[in-house]
């Protein structure tokens, strides 16, 4: 909301300020839903779901299903040789991040730590190659916060996970997305089939790595490492949901606008309070599933109608994915929201002292400039 709406003299009572802020952040545009992607993201969950439940291997449902939905979302489409050549590169890197996120997961918290670090870094300066590769190396950055969680989870419950068996999983996931997409592409008659996600960037030039990209990328790496470092070193039951909440609340970059950088705070915090609920209340596996695949649904669907909604949706569905074979009480609910708060209020103070050393090189170069001789 402008400045001077808040500040004139005489102007809008503080409530109806309030109430224009939010009006703002949820602001929503129906002609934008896409119910289309909504109903992809919620199959990628839901199937493989119900094909390993009946074989009795729902233990790589997650690997399986998140290989389908972060290949499907980082589809840059075209032709098939392109679309292939995608599939093989980000399947196999996300295998590769899946095997280590599950071998480390149960060590110690340095290991665990470290890994994160050298994760979420180079996936932030894979912007050196173009946007849509730190979109997509995101999704591996995500992927890996949720996969380092699983260990400790099945471990609670007697189960040992296989990084390798879980890694095949991810690539599974990765194929079927491939050769389902490619099928509808060709029932279809279309040579060229498009991105999933159309609002995506597609740019691949690359770009030099100025300082605030890189001073952004460092911070970003703190942030989320020190949340892994905090959750791992101490043991803290349920602590995994604030690595991953600085993830979701995070801006991907520097210069995405107040807004955005909003709705990604309020609609991660929305998002868990509504995880929270379904994990407090319901306490049957599949029931849980259904409401992801639900949070699912409405994520895909409403990414740009509302993108306070559609992060809610996201951070839901992630979220659950932590804990959905974890039962719970009021007491670990307590402190679900107290750690997804502490990720939150995490990517805020990162936001802002980024926007602090933004404005201080800004207000130093406009110093510089000033001082410089005319011609």
């Known amino acids: 909301m402008p400045a001077d709406i808040e500040t004139s003299v005489g102007g809008a009572p503080p409530q109806n300020g309030v109430i224009m802020k939010l009006a703002e952040v949820f602001g929503f545009d129906k002609s934008k839903l896409n119910w289309s992607l909504g109903l992809t993201v919620a199959i990628a969950i839901f199937i493989?779901?119900?094909?390993?439940?009946?074989?009795?291997?729902?233990?790589?449902?997650?690997?399986?299903?998140?290989?389908?939905?972060?290949?499907?979302?980082?589809?840059?489409?075209?032709?098939?040789?392109?679309?292939?050549?995608?599939?093989?590169?980000?399947?196999?890197?996300?295998?590769?991040?899946?095997?280590?996120?599950?071998?480390?997961?149960?060590?110690?918290?340095?290991?665990?730590?470290?890994?994160?670090?050298?994760?979420?870094?180079?996936?932030?300066?894979?912007?050196?190659?173009g946007v849509r590769r730190f979109v997509t190396g995101s999704l591996l950055t995500a992927w890996f916060l949720i996969a380092i969680s699983l260990p400790p989870g099945f471990g609670a419950a007697g189960i040992t996970l296989n990084p390798w068996l879980q890694a095949l999983a991810w690539l599974a996931g990765a194929a079927a997305w491939f050769v389902l997409s490619s099928i509808v592409s060709a029932v279809r008659r279309r040579p060229e089939r498009a991105p999933l996600v159309a609002e995506l960037p597609t740019d691949t030039t690359g770009s030099a790595l100025t300082k605030p990209v890189v001073v952004y990328a460092v911070l970003r790496t703190l942030a989320v490492s020190g949340a892994v470092a905090i959750a791992f070193g101490f043991q803290l039951p349920y602590a995994d949901w604030m690595p991953l909440a600085a993830q979701v609340a995070m801006k991907p970059n520097a210069q995405q606008s107040r807004l955005a950088a909003t709705q990604r705070v309020v609609g991660t915090a929305l998002g868990a309070v509504v995880a929270i609920v379904l994990l407090l209340t319901v306490d049957q596996k599949y029931v849980l599933a259904g409401a992801m695949v639900l949070l699912a649904l409405v994520g895909g669907a409403f990414r740009t109608a509302n993108y306070a909604l559609y992060t809610a949706g996201i951070a839901g569905t992630a979220l659950i994915a932590l804990d959905i074979s974890d039962p719970t009480n009021l007491t670990n609910e307590s402190l679900r929201i107290l750690f997804t708060l502490i990720g939150v209020a995490i990517a805020i103070a990162v936001m802002a002292l980024a926007g602090a050393l933004a404005k201080r090189d800004a207000s130093r170069d406009r110093g510089i400039e000033a001082g410089s001789p005319t011609q």
């Open 48 to 129: 493989p779901l119900v094909l390993l439940a009946l074989v009795g291997q729902d233990v790589y449902w997650l690997s399986v299903s998140f290989g389908v939905l972060f290949v499907g979302l980082g589809d840059p489409g075209g032709r098939l040789a392109t679309r292939a050549t995608y599939t093989a590169v980000f399947g196999v890197i996300g295998a590769i991040v899946t095997a280590w996120a599950i071998a480390v997961g149960s060590a110690g918290w340095v290991l665990v730590t470290l890994s994160t670090v050298v994760i979420t870094l180079a996936t932030g300066l894979v912007i050196r190659f």
